[in-house]
Each structure stands twice: as C-alpha cells, then as structure tokens.
C-alpha cells in the first residue's frame, strides 16, 4: 500500500500502524499541516522533549537528520522525526543522495520520519528529483496524497469548529464560503473561524458572510469573466479598481483570470461532446474538491464559442507575457485586455 489517502493515513495513525517514512503531499495545505501536528502529538507522547526531532524542510540539514534517525527512542516505542515544507528541486544532487540512503537504510521498527512538500515544489510529472524522493518514501514507507475537500469534507471540519464556538453554520453556506475563499483551505477556515466567533452563539448568515468575508481573487476572476463576457466593462473595471484597492498582484489577478477562462473552454469542449462538466473532475485533479468551479463555468459558457474563447486564450497569453516583461502600467494593461476580450463577443 505504497500511496494512501487521507482517510486511511488517520485509521492507522490511531490504531498505531504508522510507520516508517511518510511523505505528504497534495493541494490542502491546512489539512497536510494538521496531519503532521496530530501525528507529532500522537507519536511522541508524552516524552516529546526526547522523541520528538523537528527539522525545517525548507534548509534541511542532513547532519541532524542522520543523528536523530541514529538516535534510539527513550522510554517510547518509537521516535517521531519531521521535515515539513521540503523542496525536492532545491537540493544539490549529492544532498539528495544523502537523503535517498538516509530513506533506504531507515529503521522503521523505531523511529517514524514525517516529510511533507508544499504542493507548488513537488511536481513528480515534470522534476525527477520529485520522481525518486516519491520512490524512496514509498519504498520505506508510504505517501498521503491530500488533495482539496469536498464541499461535504469542508461541511464537516467547519461543524465540528463551530461546536467549539457554541454556534452552527449550514452547509450551504459552507459552500459559499469555499467558493469565495477559493482554493486556500487555510483561508476557508481562518474566514470560517472568524464567523463563527462573530455568531457567538447563533447560526452563522448569508449576512455575516457578506459582510465580513473578502473574497479571493480566485472567486474575483468568475465575476470579471462573467463582466467581460456580457460587455459589462463597467462592471469589469469597477471590480478591477476592487483588487487593487486590495493590493492584489497584476500576476494573480491574470492568473485568475485565465483560469477561469480555461475553466469555460474545458467546459465547452466538453458540452460539444455531449458529456456533463462535471466529469471534467476526473480527468483534471485541479477540481477535485472544487466542482463548483465547473458549475460556474458551464454557466458562463452559454451564449459562448470555441473560437472566440481559443482567441481569448490567445489574448490572455500575450497579456501575460507583456505583464512580465514590460513596464507598462499594470492596471492599463489590463483594462485594454478587458476591451479586446469584450471586442470578441461581437464578432
């Protein structure tokens, strides 16, 4: 069972079947960092002053690590070693050999080693360095992919927060908060968190979300695009003018937007191929735990075509790039983008 998912990863950290190496990784940042805090709290016990080894991933020292793997468990069955926030690209090519013997040779009966990777530097498809980190840890061990909660799986961890709270939230509107929070579940529950302590007490409202939640840019760019393709420039630069006011970065606003531009093409294509958008989940990992992204863009799509949205992936391209590499006004910049995308809607 060399890859596991979340669920699994808790069954056996509680019936005390973890060990070995265990690297985690995926797109759900707050959830990696909770597994290695429940795993660090559960393993090493209470004689955590001697079982409990915490290194920095980002500037490993190998040195520690060899020590504290050569080090045996004192009054515990076994020592729990952590290395979050690695970046497999980052190394040097002797460091990452010390690393893969290190893994090879690790005595699992004793000792358990916690690696996580930001999901942005561990991209196996395209480092090889990424490939044989993956390789080793399963070989000694396993890997947790973390991927993005459901809606359902984002209900759940909001309710048992709001208990906490004394207060209540209803699904949808846990919906809702996701969606304008966009892919950052760290954002989802710092929003939800604040919320709830403003209920104090009662049932969180579509009000309070409102009226206390800033939405991310991710949840900004449907908007604009929903602008942009009615040729409501307006309303566009109404919202653009919003994310700077924000200081929102021209690079992320694009990005954004692009995103959702690509959302409404696959969406498209998949319509012009008579199957439902949401089956679009199953073949991009970037929805998974995000479907609702699809339901907006199939939303958007109408009235759309394939030619006009390939042109406008071709806009948003060379905007991208002149963003980069000139020093052109960011927000003009942008602007005249609008224009030209609108532009194709009358053709």
């Not at 515990?76 to 460091?95: H, Q």
């Amino acid at each position: 069972m060399p890859q596991i998912d979340l669920s699994e990863y808790k069954k056996q950290l509680k019936s005390g079947a973890l060990s070995g190496v265990i690297f985690l990784h995926g797109r759900d940042e707050y959830r990696k960092e909770a597994a290695l805090s429940a795993a660090k709290k559960q393993i090493s016990g209470p004689n955590a002053l001697f079982n409990l080894v915490e290194l920095d991933g980002s500037a490993p020292d190998l040195s520690a690590l060899e020590a504290a793997v050569d080090t045996p468990p004192v009054f515990a069955e076994k020592k729990c070693i952590t290395l979050p926030g690695l970046n497999p690209e980052k190394l040097k090519s002797d460091e990452l050999n010390t690393l893969l013997t290190i893994l090879e040779d690790f005595p699992s009966e004793s000792h358990l080693l916690l690696i996580s990777c930001p999901d942005e530097h561990f991209q196996p498809k395209k480092s090889a360095k990424c490939r044989k980190l993956l390789a080793a840890c399963e070989k000694s061990g396993l890997s947790v992919e973390i991927s993005l909660p459901s809606a359902r799986e984002i209900s759940l961890l909001l309710a048992g927060t709001a208990k906490a709270y004394g207060s209540s939230i209803d699904p949808e509107l846990c919906r809702m908060l996701a969606e304008l929070c966009g892919s950052d579940m760290q954002a989802v529950m710092r929003e939800g968190e604040k919320l709830l302590a403003l209920a104090a007490g009662r049932a969180v409202t579509r009000e309070d979300i409102a009226g206390l939640v800033t939405p991310a840019v991710e949840a900004d760019a449907f908007s604009l695009s929903a602008a942009i393709l009615r040729k409501d420039l307006k309303e566009a630069n109404r919202l653009l003018d919003a994310l700077f006011y924000r200081r929102e970065e021209p690079v992320m606003i694009l990005g954004a937007l692009s995103s959702a531009f690509v959302d409404i093409y696959r969406v498209k294509i998949a319509q012009g191929s008579k199957h439902p958008p949401r089956e679009l989940a199953a073949l991009y990992s970037c929805y998974k735990g995000r479907e609702f992204r699809l339901d907006k863009a199939a939303r958007l799509s109408s009235g759309t075509d394939l030619r006009s949205l390939r042109l406008s992936l071709d806009l948003l391209a060379q905007a991208d790039l002149a963003l980069k590499s000139s020093r052109q006004d960011p927000q003009t910049l942008l602007t005249v983008l609008f224009c030209e995308l609108a532009e194709l809607r009358s053709r």
